[in-house]
């Protein structure tokens, strides 16, 4: 049975009374502690990019394009925050501190495919780690579209316990955007796991310095 609407608008309202006064703008995140999952399984391996409804104001992802000709003039119109060359990207190889200061301030890379198996050899090991494994993107797509869509996009995933955490608002948005973007992502999480809500042990909700608010699955 899916959560209502109303129980994840009663916690995040909750959360934010718990948020506190603090002198910078709080995220929201939301927290899910799996159960019954083998976590050699695809279900115990997840790994997924969810577009959220509501992009996060003032904490919208930072996208690198690595790209050559039309597709990276495309991309700096589309005021990609980073536009790499292949040169670019060949210069970056054996940089291990270049190649880590890329991988933790970029949060996407969209690739085109044609230097994807050079993206991979070279950037592979930093991103490889942080789970920000490069996306291929076709000559011929709309980049802009891309970049906007990956900009309000949020990773998903199982590390080494059955726990799943990652911002879905701030404490400035608005209590309904926050819950449709929870909604988003526990939907998504229930249709990849095989007992669905049953493999949910339970949800929390919390500010960054906030403390949690747990609702029943």
């Given amino acids: 049975m899916p959560l209502e609407q109303k129980t994840i608008l009663e916690a995040v309202k909750e959360a934010k009374e718990k948020a506190g006064e603090r002198k910078f703008t709080q995220s929201v995140e939301l927290i899910l502690n799996l159960q019954d999952i083998d976590m050699k399984s695809p279900e115990g391996k997840l790994h997924e990019n969810i577009q959220l409804p509501h992009p996060l104001p003032g904490k919208e992802n930072k996208i690198c394009v690595i ?3 039309e597709l990276a003039l495309k991309a700096k119109k589309a005021n990609a925050d980073l536009v790499m060359s292949r040169e670019e990207l060949e210069g970056l190889a054996g ?5 880590r200061k890329i991988a933790n301030e970029y949060d996407f890379f969209l690739v085109e495919a044609p230097l994807m198996p050079l993206a991979g050899k070279v950037l592979g090991s930093a991103l490889g780690p942080r789970g920000k494994m490069p996306v291929p993107v076709p000559p011929t797509a ?4 891309l970049i906007e869509r990956y900009r309000k996009t949020v990773a998903v995933r199982i590390r080494n316990q059955p726990i799943i955490q990652c911002r879905v608002g701030t404490e400035k948005m608005k209590d309904e955007e926050i819950a449709e973007n929870i909604q988003t992502i526990i939907r998504a999480v229930e249709a990849k796991m095989k007992r669905g809500i049953k493999n949910i042990k339970s949800i929390c909700i919390k500010t960054s310095m906030g403390n949690p608010v747990k609702i029943k699955p």
């Fill in 142 to 145: 709309d980049i802009n579209s």
């Fill in 67 to 69: 790209a050559a000709g």
């Fill in 95 to 99: 940089k291990k501190k270049d190649l």
